[in-house]
């Protein structure tokens, strides 16, 4: 067992893989010397050197659209867009090209591409660089989408992205970036990657949520205690596929859902759960499922950042609102 | 002689040609290509053969056996002789209209249909044939074939790539950045493109005021225009660029000089935007043509070797119809099939779902 | 009155607006000379001229890019986007700059710029040319998304889209170009284009649908009639934002509510609409709201296009299933 | 002598310079510019009032009143020269780091320490200053300046705009597209680039392999490579570059060649990834300091002056940082202002909620 924050836990799953597979690739904006913005690949480029570890032209369609190429090539790259709100460059190469091309090619192509995207807000940052823009990408078939909330999860989950034969868009939390926790860096004994994880357990609701949210859900989960109210929480983890067996089993038990993401509430990722889950769980729910999110605006001026993500009172206050129902 | 040619920007300062229109072999300082018999009976069998497939199949689209085709009328040299430039271990990136380098990569010309005729996306094993699938979207397979070029630096292979594009796709930003990525790795390709002198209704002058292949000084590595219609000469220029990208000195631009003879697509009506006599212009120009008249001259070929290739590709004509019409419909489950490599609970959910509705048909 | 399809009733109401206001320009990939692939723009460059009706480089980050320079100018252009998938590589312009410029400049700025893009399948077109990427910009926080579903609103809802001071991305279903209709050209006494409409009245469920498919849903709604069930069918119009109190108020008098649309149904529009309606109207719902879409995979060749577009008998199936809870 | 500085790439031809490191005049046969002693002075103070601007902002981030600062130092000339150029119609889009031209442009400095702070996401009246709003999102900016232009045609209008950019940007399909539009358009708009040499950590060479002011030429117009630590070769490039884009002669690239001689953001730590040698034989061509000596030999300026100029700076200083502080923290409900012009449901419904909800803590 190793003590490991989550970025730290990043690289060393990515310096595994790159061990285990020479064709394993990592390429993007300053992700060399500097080891990215966040040193996520920090370390990368000196022992696995400048052919394996790439320093690209400063140009996210490029970053992608070369990788398909190398990845048709036998590679598998893993690439970084530097921020969430600069993927959007890539939007095309992500979206018409790596998400449809195995298909095209009815199956002969394979595309075992890695997007990592740092994501979320909370951390005092300008414009751009607090978004969450998953629902873009799980409403793209053909392309997998993982969140990873902590370190243990970090450290597996990218290995397991890495090694699966379909592109993952890979979503990071940076503001849980410095969370720190014991990783155990020699097994490979991994939940598949698709699978939710129940995080707490609990009797009377269903918190939902993945990412940076799973520990603002823990945190209010461990709060509505004293409230007299049991809690679950599930880590979705992938968001496409979503694991709706795991998740549609706690709201059955549970009867109340609330799903919990910093992106905009307004045909979120969130929409889709609230969707599905009551579809499944029609006569089981006690109450509708409730979203709690950013609000539908574009993310607002650092110093309101407070005030637009989701926190213990709005989580709070949600479930509140479905024990009222 | 295609100073004329050359709509709006300035005359061709050096349009490499090494067989004119009327069919004369002419030198050129820095491209030459020494061609057997039988070779330039090959290129010639080419030429016709994927002439002949196009035409059938515009003739199956009009008979509405497929929803769309995209001629290359016009284009053949063009096609042909980068693609014959090509070695076994090159990689091709086209777009959709690159039929004749289909032919040379090996593409039986019956797996191009079945994207226009809506049976799938693209029909042909790529790493098979070393010949990528077709590429829609306007300029993005131009990244795909340097990062392709990046992996054969990586691997230390004896290969580069070829990308081919249009005019039009010039002006995307993919095909830049393609430029840029390229010139910056030093890769391995060969960036060819068709300057049909068209972008469906838009004159090359909507996509820039300077003849392409100069874009290539702009990125730090050379560009060259040679006449799209000279086959040998499309063959001679691919041949070195390709052998010097192999040989670790990077990209080159290629812009084909040549014309769309035909419409952008069947759905295309020109007449809406293209004077006529700009048409007969070109015909004079023909790249069939003057390999025919060469061939004639220099006793390369008789009538009898002309009318074994036309019948040649009568038979191929009648024998891509055939296996057009017999192309299967693909079942309808077959939606869900290779979205993911990997097992995929939301499409096993979605697949399950389906069947039992179109059981329901049934019962 | 007029008899107008619906691509020249866009036509007309394009004209009408450039006739209006000499700041109104159109650009776009062969909407000169040729009038568009499917000649919605016909016409117009011929009697405004080159420096009103623009054909550009073929980029289309570039045409937005130049139409939010223009608008900052005081122009007001609507800009033609080829086809639904070819929106991407200018997802960036439009979701990080379009949706977001009158934010960042606290009001100064407005950017009243239109993005046309015909949408949806059915014309047995190629890869790319029949899609329905409405769900990536109802999520973006700051643009209105409408569709229109015939003539009538086809003139009326261009016009309002160019009069609009707020960025419109305008949908048209393709399929539905050549459909006719009785158009009052003369009247300007128009609905509010964020409004939606009941297009056919009904008391057992209520099918909620938008540019091509408010057609089928109408087809549907007869076709059940002789199975005796009153099918309410209101045409959304407008997908952000919703206008959510007309929808609720049918969901309720109905109790049944079935959302009908191309794109995939993973986290497609049907999903906020599911997901709002179901928190409105909880204790009025008979059933869950269901959702008929595309599958959630790429856009299949065409031959498979009638197996994947709802159709009638897909919403006929969807109310039997939401009778059968 | 700034060969030496040409990172990687080959000796740069032809530097523009008016001014040399040592304060020495000199002359160029196509850029000359006749400034009365009086226009120095200004071109002095404005160089240090910039500067001065950006220590303040640069410490106001280092005691946690700005999330974070994008530092000019070094690149002072390469701003005033170009924004002292301008004219009052000339419109000027700029990157996030462009604060000496905003201070040409009449932007007070503390408006421009809101995005920085937090407080918003851009803080002044484009059009009251003809100065756009900072942009983040690396290159987009270039095609909003080409649009405007195309604007300004349109209006038959006596102006031109100019859009700024670093090197690393040249790399984005936009900036690339932006080129082409300009090209085709022939629009009134000038590409000013500072070649900073570095984008954050990465060094020129990963953008490019020649010159960037010769990427131009691969789109048609001209492109020009001045020393941008010289504030009198800025101005003269750019006023010319000007004057010839409102006088119908279209677009034209400067690169000026510069230094970023502090961190790329003040949170970068540029010792991860650059030898200090490098910044010390840019300190010996301080923008600065070669004016200030100019001067003195001059005789333009006494020592008096420069004390003004130097009270003047520290008092500048004082006051950003007093206004700094006092800048409000917005309301949260302006979460939901402005995101749309007109009246828009949702948002109406979610201020409305989300007012209830901040309401029931006041409880
Ligand atoms: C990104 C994108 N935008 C628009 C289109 C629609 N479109 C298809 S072909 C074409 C013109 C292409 O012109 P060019 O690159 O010269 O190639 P050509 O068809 O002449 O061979 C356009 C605009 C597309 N396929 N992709
Ligand atoms: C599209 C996009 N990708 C990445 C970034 C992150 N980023 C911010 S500044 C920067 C480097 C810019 O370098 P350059 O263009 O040379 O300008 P400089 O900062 O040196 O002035 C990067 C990569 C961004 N802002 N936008
Ligand atoms: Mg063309
Ligand atoms: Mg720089």
């Known amino acids: 067992m190793t003590i490991l924050t989550l970025a730290k836990a990043l690289n060393e799953g990515m310096r595994k893989a790159m061990e285990d597979d020479s064709k394993v690739l990592v390429m993007g904006e300053d992700v060399g010397k500097l080891g990215g913005v966040f040193r996520v690949t920090d370390g990368l480029q000196k022992d696995f050197g400048e052919q394996r570890v790439i320093d690209t032209p400063l140009a996210e369609s490029g970053i992608i659209g070369t990788a398909i190429g190398l990845a048709l090539r036998g590679y598998r790259p893993v690439c970084e ?131 940076p949210m799973v520990k603002t859900c823990l945190e209010a989960a461990k709060a509505s205690e004293d409230d007299g109210r049991s809690l679950e929480v599930v880590d979705l983890r992938s968001l496409n596929p979503l694991d709706v067996s795991k998740v549609t089993e706690s709201v059955r038990r549970t009867g109340r859902c609330i799903v919990v993401h910093e992106a905009p509430v307004y045909n979120g990722f969130g929409a889709e759960i609230a969707a599905r889950v009551t579809e499944e769980c ?31 009172d709005r989580v709070l206050h949600a479930v509140d609102r479905a024990f009222a129902f | ?84 430039a090509l070695t076994e271990a090159d990689m091709a990136f086209p777009t959709y209209r690159e039929h004749g380098v289909a032919w040379c990569r090996g593409v039986d010309p019956v797996n191009l249909l079945g994207l226009f005729r809506g049976v799938n996306h693209g029909g042909w094993d790529p790493a098979e044939h070393n010949f990528h699938l077709y590429t829609i979207v306007i300029g993005s397979q131009t990244l795909h074939a340097v990062g392709y070029a990046m992996g054969i630096q990586r ?74 219609n000279d086959v040998f000469a499309c063959l001679a220029v691919t041949r070195k660029a390709l052998a010097e990208a192999r040989s670790g000195q990077g990209p080159m631009l290629i812009e084909a000089f040549t014309y769309r003879m035909g419409a952008h697509t069947t759905s295309d009506d020109p007449t809406r935007y293209r004077v006529a006599a700009e048409l007969e212009g070109w ?32 038979e191929l004509g009648r024998d891509v119809r055939k296996r057009c019409l017999a192309l299967p419909d693909p079942e309808p489950l077959a939606i869900f099939d290779h979205v993911y490599v990997e097992p995929h609970s939301l499409m096993d959910a979605e697949r399950a779902e389906f069947a039992t509705y179109l059981e329901g048909f049934e019962a």
């Open chain 1, 81 to 211: 867009i530097q921020f969430d709100g600069f993927v959007f460059p890539a939007a095309d190469q992500i979206i018409t090209q790596l998400a449809k091309m195995p298909l095209r090619s009815l199956g002969k192509l394979r595309l075992p591409v890695v997007v990592r995207i740092p994501c979320g807000g909370g951390i005092g940052a300008v414009e751009h660089h607090s978004e969450s823009p998953e629902a873009y990408f799980t409403h793209t078939a053909g392309l997998r989408v993982v969140a990873c909330s902590n370190p243990v999860d970090g450290y597996a989950m990218i290995q397991q992205a890495i090694r699966c034969e379909d592109p993952v868009v890979f979503f990071e939390p940076k503001r849980r970036y410095w969370e720190k926790a014991e990783v155990d860096v020699d097994s490979s004994d991994w939940t598949p990657f698709d699978e939710a994880k129940v995080v707490r357990q609990g009797t009377d609701a269903t918190l939902l949520a993945y990412g």
């Open chain 2, 155 to 228: 691997d230390g292979a004896e290969a580069a790539s070829i990308v081919y594009f249009g005019d039009g796709a010039t002006s995307q930003g993919d095909v830049n950045e393609a430029f840029i990525w390229a010139s910056v790795f030093n890769a391995p390709v060969v960036f060819f493109c068709q300057n049909n002198q068209w972008a469906i209704s838009e004159p090359l002058e909507k996509q820039t005021r300077i003849p392409l292949y100069r874009r290539a000084s702009g990125f730090g590595f050379p560009g060259v225009r040679v006449d799209g």
């Open chain 1, 282 to 312: 029609f006569y089981n729910l006690q109450s509708p499922v409730l979203r709690v999110g950013g609000p539908s605006t574009p993310y607002p001026p650092s110093r309101l950042e407070d005030h637009y993500l989701p926190d213990l």
């Open chain 2, 283 to 314: 015909k004079l120009k023909d790249p069939i043509e003057r390999v025919r008249a060469y061939m004639f001259k220099n006793q390369i070929a008789d009538q009898d070797f002309f009318d074994a290739i036309d019948a040649e590709a009568d």
């Open chain 2, 1 to 84: 002689m295609t100073a004329d040619a050359s709509r709006g920007a300035e005359a061709p300062p050096e349009l490499i040609q090494l067989l004119t229109p009327e069919g004369e072999r002419v030198e050129h300082p820095d491209y030459d290509i020494d061609l057997t018999p039988e070779e330039v009976r090959g290129l010639y069998r080419d030429l016709t053969l994927v002439r002949r497939v196009d035409l059938e199949a515009v003739a199956l689209q009009r008979q509405g056996e497929l929803g769309l085709w995209a001629s290359l009328l016009g284009q053949e040299a063009a096609q042909i002789g980068s693609g014959r």
